[in-house]
């Protein structure tokens, strides 16, 4: 039987290093899938899961247990992800142009056939793909992670308003524009 996360932060609380493992494993993919959608770099999303990580033994004390364990951890990579991308806001630029024009394919969101990808439909897909991801980068911010959230990590709009701290008819008005917004950003992109 799983441990609760009551009994799961307990144990952290009192320095149980198992507790620590057991937390990784369960909750490392959650970490990092949300880093990834947010930044897009997979190596930079493994350092800031690790991070996240670490906040997460430094400061356990402070879980006031008022929302899940799972919520607490997307709130904290969340904020981790965007301090990253503000940050890094030159170095992720650079980096989407290399990825565009052919440099780095290890971090798009297509995955291809190795033997096909100079194929036109792939270059397509990838230059398609490239549209989304830079329109959905340049949502305002909450609505690029409400959006995110949604439609990359599949919580539902109440799990989102728990993360986000805000009223579900918020992460909805949210959503409403985010969708909006690139519905209009994609529009003026195939228009031209």
Not at 14 to 21: L, V
Not at 22 to 27: D, M, S
Not at 155 to 184: D, P, T
Request: aromatic residues 10%; charged residues 30%; glycine residues 2%.
């Amino acid at each position: 039987m799983r441990t609760t996360d009551a009994e799961l932060i307990q144990r952290l609380i009192n320095s149980d290093g198992s507790a620590f493992r057991e937390l990784v494993e369960l909750y490392q993919s959650l970490v990092f899938r949300t880093c990834y959608n947010l930044i897009r770099h997979s190596e930079d999303a493994e350092d800031i899961a690790q991070d996240v990580f670490i906040e997460v033994f430094e400061s356990v004390h402070q879980f006031r247990n008022e929302s899940k364990l799972s919520t607490w951890l997307y709130r904290i990579a969340i904020n981790k992800s965007l301090n990253h991308i503000r940050k890094n806001k030159w170095k992720t630029m650079v980096r989407s142009l290399e990825q565009f024009f052919g440099g780095d394919k290890t971090n798009n969101l297509d995955v291809e056939d190795k033997n096909s990808h100079n194929s036109p439909e792939t270059i397509d897909y990838r230059e398609r793909s490239q549209v989304l991801q830079n329109a959905v980068n340049s949502l305002p911010e909450n609505q690029r992670i409400a959006f995110t959230l949604n439609k990359f990590d599949e919580l539902s709009y109440q799990e989102i308003a728990e993360v986000m701290e805000l009223s579900l008819s918020s992460v909805e008005s949210l959503i409403h524009r985010a969708k909006l917004n690139l519905q209009k950003k994609l529009i003026n992109y195939y228009k031209n």
